[in-house]
């Protein structure tokens, strides 16, 4: 079988044996795979440091003719994200995306989330420092929905009862979204107000202009998103790059 060369975005890498890695990639045309570099670690590997965490380039493959483990035979590196870790909220967003990409995206070709990861990836490393908070919950919350998670916003998510587009309403994490005024009353939600439901809105909407928000508000919003994957993607798996983006304890350190 000939090798199949593809855009890619470096996941994770582990240490196999003394001298290889496995890398867990991103691909445009495969979906999330995984790929055995070989000699990786030795000093003159042809991988020299092309294998950074989030790196974007062009993998060549051999796909393995049973199992899931593939050789990569070479990456050609177009971009090392080295700014997304010169803060830490773009680097917890940035781990986040590559934590939910890794443990919820296909092993087939989905071009959708690869481009929104892929983009997301880069307008995070140069956003302004005062845009990347509302930044990352666009991001997190359109990977969320291009993943299939998508949030009921329009109609009731428990009964599918319209729901009246203006006024606050009730959001349940648990049930997938708003609620009709007949189900929200037996149910502990967030309350959102009219503003709160605009700027969820906005952030599912890749067309919107994105909200800047005060700290109050953004916290507000992290803890729905937190919940809101907890109950949809997570089902009581432990995801550690959601709970060091969630609880920030970067700030108060």
Not at 171 to 192: K, M, N, W
Request: with cysteine; glycine share 6%.
């Amino acid at each position: 079988m000939p090798p199949v060369s593809t855009p890619a975005i470096i996941l994770a890498t582990i240490r196999y044996g003394e001298t290889s890695k496995i890398a867990r990639l991103a691909t445009l045309e495969l979906g999330v795979q995984s790929a055995i570099a070989k000699g990786a670690l030795r000093p003159k590997s042809r991988f020299g440091a092309a294998l950074h965490l989030l790196s974007e380039g062009t993998a060549t493959l051999h796909l393995a003719r049973s199992g899931d483990l593939h050789t990569l035979t070479q990456f050609d590196s177009r971009a090392v994200r080295t700014g997304l870790a010169e803060s830490m909220d773009r680097y917890a967003t940035a781990t986040l995306l590559s934590e939910l990409m890794l443990r919820f995206a296909p092993a087939s070709r989905h071009p959708e989330s690869y481009a929104l990861f892929r983009d997301a990836l880069a307008v995070l490393e140069a956003a302004p420092p005062v845009a990347v908070e509302p930044l990352s919950l666009r991001a997190l919350w359109r990977l969320v929905a291009v993943l299939g998670f998508a949030p009921a916003l329009e109609r009731c998510a428990r009964d599918g009862a319209a729901v009246p587009a203006t006024g606050s309403a009730c959001f349940s994490p648990q049930d997938g979204g708003i609620l009709c005024a007949h189900c929200a009353r037996d149910t502990v939600g967030a309350q959102l107000k009219p503003s709160d439901r605009a700027s969820l809105g906005s952030f599912l909407n890749a067309e919107a202009e994105v909200p800047l928000l005060d700290d109050r508000h953004l916290a507000a919003h992290r803890r729905l998103l937190e919940r809101y994957i907890r109950y949809h993607l997570a089902e009581g798996a432990a995801l550690p790059a959601l709970a060091f983006w969630a609880e920030r304890g970067w700030i108060a350190a």
